[in-house]
């Protein structure tokens, strides 16, 4: 190991002997139910602590086993929750049978209406304005009382060390308690790394999440969410971008679970 990564090795040792999980392919992924996922996110932002959330799916996680890096992004988060149905299932068979899938346009939702009734400030960072404009509304609409720090669409690009500082600035100046990220995979959760000590507020790598709840993107009905379907219904609504994705990532993960499994029954 590297000597500029030990502290980052000897900080996420001290973060999972205080938190339960189980490794999924290579990556630690906590075992928390919806409380306790949402009240630790709460106090945290009660404090005003510059923490990161990775959502771990299938796609995460086999890219954290691919990139070391990446790698290393996921084990500095504060919380790497299991976004995925296969992730989920994985952890039931590591010993918590009760173990949900807590997935990142659902926590959002949810942690809106615990910071609407805390009185804690939300903002919003990625994805498109006219996504952002709609997705205002839909806010406005379900919490009407919810405070709205405020929103920011970055460029398509690299930003400059300028630019960059000027968007931290911004954040830290709204007051905000949560930042919802949605940049994708694995660009978010990068970023969420990257910007851990200077973002004053807790981050939250929520994906697809504006879209789904601005209304530009349809998500899967609940019935295949609740069978781990959902990556199905992605991949039939956006064929060309994310079947590479899907074939790559979803057959790594069956191979690689199903070895291990067999390894630990023999």
């Known amino acids: 190991m590297k000597p500029s990564n030990y502290s980052l090795y000897l900080q996420t040792v ?39 959330v990775c959502l771990c799916n299938v796609h995460s ?22 976004d995925g149905a296969p992730v989920a299932w994985s952890l039931q068979q590591s010993g918590f049978p009760e173990q949900q899938r807590i997935n ?12 609407e009734e805390l009185g804690q400030s939300v903002f919003f960072y990625g994805s498109s304005e006219d996504t952002l404009r709609q997705l205002r ?32 600035d911004a954040i830290n100046r709204s007051g905000a308690h949560v930042v919802f ?8 959760e990068v970023w969420m790394a990257q910007h851990k000590g200077r973002v004053q507020g807790v981050m939250l790598g929520v994906g697809a999440a504006f879209d789904y709840h601005a ?19 992605r991949l039939a609504s956006e064929p060309r971008r ?6 790559v990532t979803n057959t790594t993960f069956v191979w690689k679970q199903g070895l291990k499994m067999l390894q630990g029954r023999f």
């Open 181 to 188: 990220v949605g940049l994708g995979c694995p660009k978010q």
């Open 14 to 52: 001290r973060q999972r002997a205080r938190r339960s999980g189980a490794t999924v392919l290579s990556s630690f992924i906590d075992a928390v139910d919806w409380d306790q996922a949402l009240a630790r996110l709460a106090t945290w932002a009660r404090l005003r602590e510059s923490r990161y």
């Open 104 to 115: 990142g346009p659902d926590l959002m939702w949810r942690y809106m209406r615990v910071a």
């Open 215 to 233: 209304g530009t993107l349809r998500r899967a009905p609940v019935w295949m969410q609740n069978h781990g379907l959902e990556w199905a219904y």
């Open 61 to 82: 996680v086999v890219t954290a086993e691919q990139d070391p890096a990446f790698h290393e992004v996921i084990a500095g988060a504060d919380m790497a929750l299991p």
């Open 137 to 168: 509304q839909a806010v406005a609409r379900q919490f009407p009382t919810l405070r709205v720090a405020g929103m920011m669409s970055p460029p398509f690009r690299e930003l400059s060390a300028e630019e960059d500082q000027a968007h931290v």
């Open 242 to 247: 994310l079947f590479k994705r899907y074939l």
